[in-house]
């Protein structure tokens, strides 16, 4: 009897031995091992046919059944480890990934430069606490002139020709008259900053019928000249760097007195006026660029906003920002900022 | 303004060097724009020659063959030109003379025919840009003579750019006025050389009609002169200053014009009729011939001249034809006054006739001058063309009364430049600018000259303080103001985030003009509202920028196809700015927009899946735009017909709450056409000051869930024209609290679906806070939800 069973056992073992050879994945093996060590597997069924066994065979009988069921066990976990070592070695098969080959979604956009000029020196100027404020493009004879101390027919209307449109509007000729609808609103102290498209009739490689300006504004009592060269010696350095030469030389604007054309030191030549072919053509030999506008706000500026002229004093400046980012880039014609050729714009 | 230093430097005596003297210029307000030096390879290789013979170049339409002889016998010259005869005296350079251009003369073979230099025009000498032809010199002129110094090519000259406070630099005296002031030189006698006022009577009557337009007039007669050229020394300081020689009487005048800053002007007395002069506004609209031959007409307030007959000149703007010094001319009636500068201004401006009176006399001029310039004026004419003064000054009307003295307190100086500056040496410098000072205590009162007309209050002594001390002299001092933070408008940010946002897209930034064509603006009008018009441009630069943009896209359309021109293959962009439009009356609306275009095969869905811009591109972009500011949830999208510019199947408004904050859409295709741009160009505008104006506020925490959600899905069968968001609206106005979600995931059209239908499929998530949902709570509460759906919008399920 014990024989039989010895037989049986054996065929079960060659049988399960050979079909966890066969199993070539986890599923499989999990099917192998329910197949013969399961509950109802067949090596469980084999210990029913025990009745037939005599009570001194059976310790004998169970502990061979057990031994063939370890065995089983043991091929099925080997065979586990060695499917998952195939599995995991069969993930990090395969060709190198081509990381060169182009990546999904668009290339990212470009800012363009004139917006990221603006932002740049409205930062540096906000850092120094000058906040930003708006005013119309489209503006009365009142804010863009008169109150700016330019009367109807003062010779210097001629520095700022002007597109007219109906009804004695036209379109700013500076970013200045945001100072006086600030002013006619808010009473000292006042730090602000106007950026914005003006225009002015004028067209060639360096002046674009639309441009772009930053107009500065400091009131409070006592702010003075001094304070006016401080913070624009400041934020040009901050702009052009730390080294950057600045002078200041007296001008004329009708809403500033005293005035003030504010220079740096030629950012093509080094400030030396001549390059190898001769006169530097950007500063025309000079080894200074005009870079800004400024001067102490006039006292008639004040009286036309209700301000104490005796009491506040301030100063305004006026940056334009295509000036800027043409020398910082490099860019000799202004007519490129308009144009949005891609291959232009793509370079910022 | 072009200054000769020789003709400076007789004025100031011991001018500083050339460096010294362009450094001190500049660094007080006369900035100076350019320094010509004297060339000297033309000083030495231009000279005068006389054309013998002119006769065609045998193998050369265009060019001519001159035998010119230039002192040292003749040679014969290939010239383009044809405003030269025999017997004219013309500028030769000869071989190995280097022309401001850089262009080396040699000889040489034109078409085969031998030339021996060159004949000059004005531009090639870089004298003026006068394009007509070669020059021509004065007849009398001999051949062989250096001809450097006849055009002022022999002097260095200074170029400044005078602002148009300081008319009173308009002059070579003015300027030795302003460098003896600043360089602490000295006059000299010349400048201060007194001319005797001749007696007798005049026999001409001056009657000044309009006293508020012309405060002072004077005029000498001058008999028995010769017209002619002017010696050379003048017409070379004339051309030095960058004019051009026409005649010893008209030279003259335009001599002391610079010289003194003082306009003048030559009638020929033989062709003045009657005996006064008058000075009064013209009435009635009448045509004028200028001494350029031009008809231009005068208008009621114009202020002009007149004899007996009617006008004779523009009043400090230009002469009249009909008396105008000629070549015959022997007797004149010479001008110099001081008429109002608005008045001038304003004839000049409406006329576009700006001329060296006129610029002057706009800017003010020297009354203490107006008298002697003339003087001098006819003193230089007697000079260069004989005659003679015939009886004494005929005047009327008298130079404008002192001005009041200005008190200039030393604090003011302190509080305006940051730094003392003394009494004494605020005198000092008012002192060496002419002002007649007084010292009142610590303060300095002050006279201004009769020639500064911008020193008139407090505040421009001040300037004239910090001008002399040297604005370098003021060390930049840190003003003390509180600790603040600057502020940036919320528009600002979202301009400065959309940009990213946008860039991040992948979409560049453009920036276009702000003009537009009149066809363009109605085509595309923009997020204004249909009431408005678009705004005029009364003086635009070109016939297409006639308008100011009512929208961002023709810009944008604009750019694209710039780019596709030039083979850039995608170009998705965007743009900031500002639109414009007009209401009633003088309303403008400005808006803050922004915009972005979409063109061509999307490259972000992977490999295999790119296709053309659609719809739903665009509106991808501005949800994402949106969500700057506010959810998705919150953005409404309504279907539209009524923007021109748009496919009218294809477009929506935007929606905040009721309020349409934009537009997005397919470009209308027969827009597109015209346009020549692809027909699956999407485009969208947004007002972004609306958009901020709308975004709902920021809401409350919610909590984030505790328990799971479990999510149905359900197709419906539609009629074609029932909008998803109807559905899904439709759900979200049941107000189920155990609803948290539902969404649209696939639309289907085809096999299985009836004509004029499509399917869509939603899926709908059911949460709640209290609990876990079993999926008998949920089957029941989507069963209701599907059912109410199916009754409420007349729809059915799809099996
Ligand atoms: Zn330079």
Redesign the interface.
Known sequence: MADTIQQQLDAIEQDALAQVEQAGDAALLEAVRVRFLGKKGELTAILRGFGALSADERPAAGKRVNATKQRVHDAIARREASVAEAVRAARLSGHQLDVTLPS?????????P??AMT?EI?DT??????????G???EDDYHNFEALNIP?????R??QDT?????G?L?RTHTSPVQIRVMQEVQP?L?IIAPG?V?R?D?DNTH???FHQVEGL?V?E??????L???L?TFLRETFGPDSPV??????FPFT?????VDIGCVICGGKGRSETGNCRVC?GTGWLEILGAG?V??AVFEHVGYDSERY?GFAFGVGVERIAMLKYGISDIRL???????F??QF | MRVPLGWLAEFVSELPPLEQLIERL????L?V??VEAPDERLVTGLVTARILEKKPHPNADRLSLCQVDDGDGPRQVVCGATNMSAGDIVVLARPKTVLPGGLKIKKSKIRGEESGGMLCSATELGVSDDHTGIIVLGSDVEAGLPAAGLLGLDQTVIELGI?????DCLSIRGVAREVAALCGCVLTSAFDQARETPTGDSAYAIAIDSPDLCWMYRGVEVAGMEVGPSPAWMASRLAAAGLRPINNVVDVTNYILLEYGQPLHAFDADLLEGSTIGVRAIGESVSFATLDDEDRELVDGDLAIWDSRGPVAIAGVMGGARTAVHDGTTRIFLESALFE??AV??TS?RLGLVSDSSYRF??GIDASGVQSALLRAAELIIETAGGKLVGGVAAAGAAPADRAAVVVRTERIR?????EVSRDCASAHFGALGGAVEEVGVDVSVVAPSHRHDLV?E??W??EV??LEG??S??????A?PM?A????P??AFQ?DA??R??????????????CSRSLNEHFAGLHDHGTRA???????RSD?GE?RRSLLPGLI??HV??VH?G?AV????S???T?SRGE??N?F?IDAVAGLLSGAR??R??GSAGDARFWDAKGVVERLLRLLVGGAQIGWRPTDSHAAFHPRECAEILLGDTVVGVVGRVHPDLADSLGIRGDTCVFEVDSLLLLQYAPPRSALAPVPRYPASSRDVSFLVLHDLLAGTVVAAVESMNEPLIERVAVFDEYVGKGVPEGHRALAFSIVYRSAEGTLTDDDVAELHDRVVERLTTDLGIEVRA
Do not use: W
């Open positions: 999904f979604g668009s290339p990212a956009g470009h800012i363009h004139l917006a932002r409205c100027l906000g850092a120094l606490g000058f906040s930003i404020a708006d119309p493009e489209i109807p027919e003062h010779p210097a001629d520095m597109f007219f449109i109906e009804d509007l379109l102290p730090m498209a225009y009739i067209d674009s019928p639309m400091m409070d006592g702010i003075n000249f001094a304070h060269k401080y913070v010696t002078r200041f030389r007296p001008s004329y007195e005293p005035s003030a054309e025309k102490m006039d006292p004093s900022f308009f144009a949005n050729d891609q291959r714009l793509e | 500049t660094m007080a307000g900035e724009e350019d602002t148009p406070n300081r008319g500068p608005r201004r304003v401006r706009e800017r509080k305006v430049l940051g730094r209050r505040i421009d001040i300037e910090a001008r604005y370098d003021f060390v930049p001092e840190a003003p103001v603040h600057a502020k940036l408008p528009l600002h400065r940009r990213v946008l860039a991040s897209e992948g979409m560049s930034e453009v920036v276009s003009l702000s003009f705004v005029g441009v009364r003086n635009p630069l920028e100011m604009a750019a710039t780019n030039n850039v170009t998705d962009l965007f900031l700015g500002r414009f009356g003088k403008i400005e490259r972000d992977g490999p």
